[in-house]
């Protein structure tokens, strides 16, 4: 147990007053006997299994590391000790649900100390490990949510995509869906996810991915009885096929298409986050690199032809964190072997301090 945050944590120093400080003189690892205090804590998952299963690029385990990087120069106008570092979840091989168990007990950890918690991917199979952790500090022993529960096994349980029966569409499949439509009926914590991504993520296969996350989301909490609530900024239409759409629309997922998420719309992107966060209680955004045109995010595994703008995606993502329901951000698919002049990282950085200053108080 080493009580020095991870090496990346690392860049120019002007001095040590407040005046000066930036992000890696705020971390502290957290085994540090000040980690008490922090209010912020940062998980990497280093993994190439879920894009590797899903026929993607590999690279992005090398992500955590460079998000570190990217962030550590950032000033920060809170108090040192206010971040801690958990380090990395790192998968071997092709041992993704292993590694996801592994990333929902670690995640699970931080949330029940209280802490903000921020994911730094790894591939957008990521999102299930986040889940798993998400369920096990916020929806597990929750009232109302016993009755399927036993089916779903513990904490480290993984429906495979291909072999759990599907929800059952709506009478009329709606687009848009209003967000009470997607809410249960028990009384359990109404988890909300809101994916900035050109993909749905709603893939049927025989294993787990990066391409299946958000469906094996959806399988899980009907088995446990709960709502599904997902929504999603930035959904390219030639990069989805129509059975992701028509899955879309049986699982009342609520979404905008890139093309309507222009700069000229961005406060109708905001009104559509405001929207989904007040019909749920508690929040989790989780933002896919390649929504972003492939200018600005060349380092992913799948560039954008098109892309939703940064600022309409940081108006998003900020508006999920003055929701005061965020619970947890992960930041997925980066993939750094792709990257130019390390851009991706820093739009991904800014993303993240946008996030999390407004989320976590600095005070
Ligand atoms: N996380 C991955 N999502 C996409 C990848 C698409 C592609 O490789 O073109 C998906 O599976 O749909
Ligand atoms: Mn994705
Ligand atoms: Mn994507």
Same mark, same amino acid.
């Given at each position: 147990?080493?009580?020095?945050?991870?090496?990346?944590?690392?860049?120019?120093?002007?001095?040590?007053?407040? &005046?000066?400080?930036?992000?890696?003189? +705020?971390?502290?690892? /957290?085994?540090?006997? $000040? #980690? *008490?205090?922090? @209010?912020?804590?940062?998980?990497?998952?280093?993994?190439?299994?879920?894009?590797?299963?899903?026929?993607?690029?590999?690279?992005?385990?090398?992500?955590?590391?460079?998000?570190?990087?990217?962030?550590?120069?950032?000033?920060?106008?809170?108090?040192?000790?206010?971040?801690?570092?958990?380090?990395?979840?790192?998968?071997?091989?092709?041992?993704?649900?292993?590694?996801?168990?592994?990333?929902?007990?670690?995640?699970?950890?931080?949330?029940?100390?209280?802490?903000?918690?921020?994911?730094?991917?790894?591939?957008?199979?990521?999102?299930?490990?986040?889940?798993?952790?998400?369920? &096990?500090?916020?929806?597990?022993?929750? +009232?109302?949510?016993? /009755?399927?529960?036993? $089916? #779903? *096994?513990?904490? @480290?349980?993984?429906?495979?995509?291909?072999?759990?029966?599907?929800?059952?569409?709506?009478?009329?499949?709606?687009?848009?869906?209003?967000?009470?439509?997607?809410?249960?009926?028990?009384?359990?914590?109404?988890?909300?996810?809101?994916?900035?991504?050109?993909?749905?993520?709603?893939?049927?296969?025989?294993?787990?991915?990066?391409?299946?996350?958000?469906?094996?989301?959806?399988?899980?909490?009907?088995?446990?009885?709960?709502?599904?609530?997902?929504?999603?900024?930035?959904?390219?239409?030639?990069?989805?096929?129509?059975?992701?759409?028509?899955?879309?629309?049986?699982?009342?997922?609520?979404?905008?298409?890139?093309?309507?998420?222009?700069?000229?719309?961005?406060?109708?992107?905001?009104?559509?986050?405001?929207?989904?966060?007040?019909?749920?209680?508690?929040?989790?955004?989780?933002?896919?690199?390649?929504?972003?045109?492939?200018?600005?995010?060349?380092?992913?595994?799948?560039?954008?032809?098109?892309?939703?703008?940064?600022?309409?995606?940081?108006?998003?993502?900020?508006?999920?964190?003055?929701?005061?329901?965020?619970?947890?951000?992960?930041?997925?698919?980066?993939?750094?072997?792709?990257?130019?002049?390390?851009?991706?990282?820093?739009?991904?950085?800014?993303?993240?301090?946008?996030?999390?200053?407004?989320?976590?108080?600095?005070?």
């Amino acid at each position: 147990m080493s009580t020095q945050p991870h090496p990346a944590w690392t860049g120019r120093n002007d001095g040590e007053g407040p &005046e000066h400080r930036r992000w890696h003189q +705020a971390v502290i690892a /957290a085994e540090d006997p $000040a #980690a *008490g205090e922090a @209010g912020l804590a940062i998980v990497g998952f280093a993994c190439d299994a879920g894009v590797a299963r899903n026929a993607g690029r590999t690279g992005a385990s090398a992500a955590p590391p460079a998000l570190r990087r990217a962030l550590a120069p950032l000033a920060w106008r809170g108090q040192p000790g206010a971040i801690v570092d958990a380090g990395d979840v790192s998968v071997e091989g092709d041992a993704l649900e292993d590694g996801q168990a592994r990333l929902g007990t670690a995640v699970a950890r931080q949330l029940g100390a209280g802490r903000f918690v921020a994911v730094l991917g790894g591939g957008h199979e990521t999102a299930w490990g986040s889940y798993l952790g998400l369920r &096990e500090a916020l929806l597990d022993g929750a +009232a109302g949510s016993g /009755a399927g529960q036993a $089916a #779903a *096994g513990g904490p @480290g349980s993984q429906p495979s995509p291909g072999t759990v029966p599907a929800s059952q569409p709506p009478a009329a499949a709606e687009r848009r869906a209003a967000p009470e439509r997607a809410t249960s009926g028990t009384h359990a914590p109404r988890l909300g996810i809101l994916n900035l991504d050109a993909h749905f993520d709603l893939r049927e296969a025989p294993r787990p991915s990066s391409g299946t996350p958000f469906l094996q989301i959806a399988r899980d909490a009907q088995e446990r009885g709960e709502g599904f609530s997902y929504a999603v900024v930035g959904i390219s239409e030639p990069n989805n096929t129509r059975v992701l759409f028509e899955t879309a629309d049986a699982l009342c997922v609520r979404y905008l298409l890139d093309e309507d998420c222009q700069e000229d719309r961005i406060e109708e992107v905001r009104a559509f986050v405001r929207e989904f966060a007040a019909g749920v209680d508690a929040l989790y955004l989780t933002i896919d690199l390649d929504l972003m045109p492939a200018a600005v995010a060349p380092g992913v595994s799948a560039p954008a032809g098109f892309g939703v703008p940064f600022p309409v995606v940081r108006a998003a993502a900020i508006e999920a964190a003055l929701s005061g329901k965020l619970a947890l951000v992960d930041v997925v698919e980066l993939n750094p072997l792709y990257d130019v002049d390390s851009r991706t990282a820093k739009a991904a950085a800014r993303l993240l301090h946008d996030v999390v200053t407004r989320r976590v108080a600095l005070a």
